[in-house]
């Protein structure tokens, strides 16, 4: 039943997508599509969370659409129903946001259309049960997507973020086109049902990992697969950015455990020491690029390369134990990636409505050229000061929640039996830790520089709040973010199904507890109760502000700044995103980007102005990507000789060839 | 019954902590004055500082906003109740089980959050100088503070604070390499976190090199007073946490009885006065680093904190 309900939605916005294409200059078309996409991702999300919740036992069913042989096969069980609830939430706060937002589009006919089809994909996704569905919806959500990167494709820079996405995307595709194939074995079983009958050889298990990690992994942004991402993620419109980081991405997880946990049988603890090890390294670099932009919704895009660092530390821990039979640890870890994923949508999505209400309000993405948003638009500044305490991972907000269980889950390391694991898991914990504290630096500066100090131009100084609806789909996404904070005991018991489905043991259910304290072993061991922190705080700000307020002088005058006596006339002499960030730059910037900096400094009597550039490189593209497409460069420059040969050549060409193959097929008898 | 006791315990080491750290930084302030031979200011001069604030107006800049002005109330609140559930006199506090020690660090970074954005908030160069250098020690402070944490709960089984300090006292414990280099891992932290020399010095103003100092700047009256008790309430956290997990003697345990809770106050400030003398000494013997060495010197404490983790492996307590 529940399953028919979201394919219907699945199709209203599909049919949605369709009719659109024709009506997408009419006055009330924008308002209509984010509609009607607003009521099925509702519809959907309800649907969805109720399963969850409900504990349905899996159900499945199959139309006869595709391959005529196979059909499509679709199934719900707890992780679908899971990240669904992750995709239509994030849809239905797009959607809301976008009824303000998208007004102010001006190409709606490059973005209606695609908007509920690129929803539509998603849910497919993860409702596909069968290789060639998932392998369809996959590239039909791919190509709608990059058809809203594409819906500027005049500003300059976006033509060039679509061709890398396009690239990349196919990539991802073809990977698990094969590892689909190794899977299906040569009996060539491409229902998910029958992959998890057969289990691969360990061998090709690994392969599939391998291919599952460049799959998924270039959707979600693992280093160094994430060059497209930080390009294309900002180039959409800002409901779209929402999105593609906030859910797509985590689609892309989906992808990823879907084929790990479920499809491939049981892991080799070699892979508990691969995965965590990218997450890793994903999270720090993310959050390093991060620190080095100054255009808002950049920063945010390496933000999501960050925390899909960060869920992949608690997927790869979760594969580490369960090769050693700790279930126990690998729910834990599991539950704490999977927490993750949920909060990273909310806070993600929350931070590109913001930038995107930004955006409208003053038609400026750069950091430098904002400031003293706060008191043109309190309310955006407000919703947007919760999202970057949530990103940043501080209490009582759910970020902290997801890396205190994820901290939770390395302490356990110890007791796994490999060596390697033993030294490498606390790196990681060193790797999540520097990733956190990076994270609030990068979020003191995205906040400072934009919302607080003086305006550094008119469009900022002049800025007016945002729209209602905008507003609406902000709020409540805060509201979510300190929800998940201070009661995640109920959020955590939802996710007891999926784990139990995955890796057989779930964390002891917290609803039972007193004072709502989470606790994922032992009392004794660590527990964390957001709700008396935040009791507890506000109690005591309570106090402090009542006892001021009583006992205190409550004079208060307004004056100029001190700034130790030498006040700077020009707002423009304030600390800027990049000088901001120069101490970290200074830290890490010459190993991680191998950045050099050029001072011009005019001798005495000179008037030139004295010049300062500093120079980054983004270092994984050096590495992989330049000397690929010099190959192709090289590949193809010689290739074309091909085209410009005399008959004779093509004929000689032709008869070598043909003694080649006849060479192989002998060979081969 | 028990509970009613232990609430009424957390309650006194809530008013506790609030009235010591005041003494405790006009005690390490008095002594730092007597080894340079200087007469200092009296004991009791924080007090009498905060007292004075307070009767003060308050200079509000034009450009500040409403975060400017509630910043203060919440950084003091957060770093209250940080300083209330680290055990300082009893274990077994009734509200311990809300926060382990990542909690605990992970607040003071909310406290930082805070007082970082407060400082870009009125748009002067100054501000914006101390809160990027404070984001900057901060990063690097915090992932060393939790290798620390990592250590010691390893060693432990446990990341609560009560727990850590018990299985401290236990016999199992013995003298052990990692344990070493976290204690010097946390101090170097906990210097780098309070602002004290050598990383920043906390006594001066007008001065390039100022970090904690230069975020603050434009807080005055009111304000300025709620602040500075923060940050005394931090050094004494700080001292706190130090002496709660690798000095546990003579902590009271739940259920003793009035004189062991009394007892326990008494060995506590005097723990207190033993880690305000050695800080004293330590700053006035040390001379401050340049800004650009502070990564070198936290890189020391991560490392330490990273050695420990891996010496726990391949040592055994003797």
Known sequence: MALEVLLWCAAALLGTGVASVAAARHRAASASVYGVALSATTIAMVVAGWSLLAQHPPAGAQLPLGLPWLGAHFRLDALTAFFLLVVNLGGAAASLFALGYGRHEDSPARVLPFYPAFLAGMNLVVLADDAFTFLFSWEFMSLTSWALVMAHHRRSGNAAAGYIYLLMASLGTLALLLGFGLLAGPGGGYAFDAMREAAPAPRVAGVVLALALIGTGSKAGLVPLHVWLPLAHPAAPSHVSALMSGVMTKVAVYGFVRIVFDLLGPPAWWWGALVPLLGGVTAVLGVLYALMQHDLKRLLAYHTVENIGIIFIGLGLALAFQANGMQAAAALALTAALFHVFNHSLFKSLLFFGAGAVLTATGERDMERLGGLIHRMPLTAFAFLVGSAAISALPPFNGFVSEWLTFQAILLSPALPQWLLKFLVPAIGALLALSAALAAACFVKAFGVTFLGRPRTPVARDAAETDRWSLAAMFAFAALCLLAGIIPGQFLDRLAPVTQALVGAHLPLQEERSWLTIVPIAESRSSYSGLMLFTFIALAAWIATWVIHRYASAATRRSAPWDCGFPDASPLTQYTAGSFSQPIRRVFGSVVFRAHEEVDMPPPGDARPARFAVHLRDVPWDLFYVPAANAVAFAADHLNKVQFMSIRTYLTLVFGALVVLLAVLAAWQ | ?318
């Open chain 2, 1 to 318: 019954m028990a509970i009613a006791l232990d609430a009424v315990v957390q309650l006194v080491q809530l008013a506790l902590v609030l009235a010591l750290a005041p003494l405790l930084t006009g005690f390490v302030r008095r002594l730092k004055a007597h080894l340079l031979r200087r007469q200092g200011p009296p004991l009791l001069q924080p007090y009498r500082d905060l007292l004075r604030l307070l009767r003060k107006e308050v200079v509000l800049a034009h450009s500040a906003s409403w975060l400017f002005r509630v910043t203060p109330y919440l950084v003091f609140a957060t770093t209250w109740v940080a300083a209330a559930l680290v055990p300082t006199f009893a274990v077994g506090l009734v509200f311990s089980n809300a926060a382990d020690m990542i909690a605990i660090v992970a607040l003071l970074g909310s406290a930082r959050f805070l007082v970082a954005l407060a400082g870009l908030d009125v748009g002067t160069s100054f501000g914006g100088i101390g809160s990027s250098r404070e984001m900057m020690i901060a990063s690097l402070a915090e992932p060393a503070m939790l290798m620390v944490v990592f250590t010691l709960s390893l060693l432990a089984g446990s990341t609560q604070l009560s727990s850590i300090a018990a299985f401290m006292q236990s016999a199992g414990v013995g003298l052990r390499v990692s344990l070493a280099l976290a204690l010097v891992g946390l101090i170097m932290v906990a210097i780098a976190e309070n602002a004290r020399i050598p990383v920043d010095n906390p006594a001066t103003h007008l001065e390039l090199t100022m970090v904690h100092e230069a975020m603050i700047l434009e807080y005055s009256g009111r304000h300025l007073a709620v602040i500075e008790a923060a940050s005394y309430l931090k050094l004494l956290l700080y001292v706190s946490v130090i002496v709660c997990v690798f000095f546990p003697w003579g902590i009271a345990v739940s259920g003793q009885g009035l004189a062991a809770y009394l007892a326990g106050i008494a060995v506590y400030v005097l723990k207190l006065a033993a880690g305000g003398f050695l800080l004293a000494v330590f700053e006035t013997a040390i001379a401050k680093m340049r800004v650009f060495r502070v990564p070198d010197f936290l890189g020391a404490a991560l490392m330490l904190g990273f050695l420990a983790t891996l010496l726990l492996f391949v040592s055994r307590a003797t």
